[in-house]
């Protein structure tokens, strides 16, 4: 194992699997500045427990993870998930048992789950997919990297040696659900989730072994991905782009906006969140999402190093002569503002600034309208083939089958 001698991982066993026993009377100071008080009577449980999400991991998850890392049988059981991508393939034989029971019971599907609801978002994504996965690049992708407690975790994690693969490893679970159906049988979405949960599951037991990481850490306990965390990355994913969608005023019904809602609740549900922190609707999530994306957005060094990252992945700039990384600097700063693009260090193009300011509400109103014409408006045009190639970047690989293994070490680094 990686940073680590055994006792220490022994340790860190023990703290998680003692988790779900924790109460807040254990942790010295309150676990944020102000106290919990998001009603639990506004989540899809309808009540709740009251207990600040930030001392809730994810203990089913946490248990089977860490008995299956500590005794080795990771590569064994990455091996034989491999294969296992589509919803309606049966989870493989030959797992330890407690982990198969794991599965079968985390691949079900909410009892709330609504049909008709995915329905009118799979009719969302076939309409404004352009926008939407514009809004899960530079919206939510970039805002992840102002969030100091998902940065740290990524970079100092395994796939922080490797980020372009991080990244279309992380993309994936954006495009999977864009696909049609996603939660149907021969979507990917259900098996890309609980591969996630295991994933995270896995980061909670070995990040407490990277002295890196413990040394710019401000979790209390040093454990990361809590309830509260995910629920944070949960809002800068869909909060953050609906109220952007309907910034650029993207057309579209209340059925396509409830829809888009339910496909992240039963997201949400998928990856480990309990029913009493999911919001039940759009306002309940942006009053959540105030109390604990708005505080949870800051400037960190591994932030800033993603970002440019990010900015300089080979795709986007090889694919395209005209995108540049400032444009797309400038276009981050469009989106989520001065601050946050400070926070993350983006040079910006003074051109650019001022031309997504003026052109891009107009732009998403003819491109509605199918009106534009290539060679009449040069600026259109370019921001016709703008989200193009956005949309390249991070849906082009929806066609393949990526794989989620479960990580054995921390970023070697
Ligand atoms: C892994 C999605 C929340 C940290 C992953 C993966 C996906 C994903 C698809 C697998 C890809 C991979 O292994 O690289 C999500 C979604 C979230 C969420 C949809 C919330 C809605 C978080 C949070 C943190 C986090 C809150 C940290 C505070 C990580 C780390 C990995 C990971 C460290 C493993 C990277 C490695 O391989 O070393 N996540 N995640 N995630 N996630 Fe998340």
């Given at each position: 194992?990686?940073n680590?001698n ?36 506004g ?11 930030m ?24 091996a ?9 393939q ?21 009892s ?11 009719d ?82 070995l ?19 809590s ?56 306002d ?69 600034d001022g ?23 040069a ?9 193009k ?25």
């Amino acid at each position: 194992m990686n940073n680590l001698n055994r006792r220490d991982a022994l340790k860190a066993g023990g703290v998680l699997a003692g988790i779900g026993a924790l109460s807040l009377s254990l942790f010295s100071a309150p676990p944020r500045a102000q106290a919990w008080s998001w009603p639990a009577s506004g989540s899809i449980a309808g009540s709740g427990n009251g207990v600040d999400p930030m001392t809730v991991w994810d203990p089913a998850a946490d248990q089977v993870m860490a008995a299956v890392l500590d005794s080795g049988q990771v590569p064994a059981i990455n091996a034989k998930l491999a294969n296992w991508t589509t919803n309606n393939q049966p989870t493989p034989t030959g797992l330890p048992a407690e982990l198969t029971a794991f599965i079968e019971q985390a691949r079900q599907l909410p009892s709330w789950t609504d049909q008709s609801k995915l329905a009118a978002a799979d009719d969302f994504n076939a309409k404004q997919g352009p926008f939407i996965g514009v809004g899960y690049g530079f919206a939510s992708g970039m805002l992840a990297t102002a969030i100091p407690h998902e940065s740290r975790a990524v970079y100092y994690s395994k796939g922080g040696a490797n980020m372009e693969d991080r990244i279309a490893k992380t993309a994936k679970l954006g495009y999977d659900l864009m696909a049609q159906q996603p939660f149907g049988p021969n979507g990917h979405m259900i098996v890309t989730c609980v591969k996630t949960r295991m994933v995270h599951a896995a980061v909670r037991h070995l990040l407490p072994t990277s002295a890196p990481w413990l040394a710019v850490a401000t979790e209390s306990p040093k454990i990361p991905i809590s309830q509260n965390d995910i629920l944070v990355t949960w809002h800068s994913l869909p909060t953050t782009i609906m109220s952007k969608l309907k910034a650029w005023k993207v057309p579209m019904t209340a059925a396509q906006s409830a829809g888009f809602l339910h496909a992240w609740q039963v997201t949400a549900h998928l990856l480990g969140v309990q029913d009493q922190y999911i919001p039940a609707t759009w306002d309940s999530a942006n009053a959540q999402s105030q109390q604990v994306l708005t505080p949870a957005l800051g400037p960190s060094k591994e932030g800033t190093a993603i970002a440019d990252q990010l900015l300089t992945l080979g795709p986007v700039l090889a694919a395209t002569s005209f995108i540049t990384k400032p444009m797309l600097g400038s276009f981050t700063k469009f989106v989520l503002g001065s601050q946050v693009a400070n926070w993350i260090g983006f040079q910006t193009d003074p051109f650019w600034d001022g031309a997504f300011a003026t052109f891009w509400e107009p732009f998403v109103g003819l491109y509605e309208l199918g009106e534009i014409v290539p060679g009449v408006n040069a600026i259109f045009f370019t921001l016709t083939e703008f989200i193009k190639a956005a949309a390249l970047l991070y849906l082009n690989n929806g066609d393949l089958v990526l794989d989620i293994p479960v990580p054995t070490t921390n970023n070697p680094s």
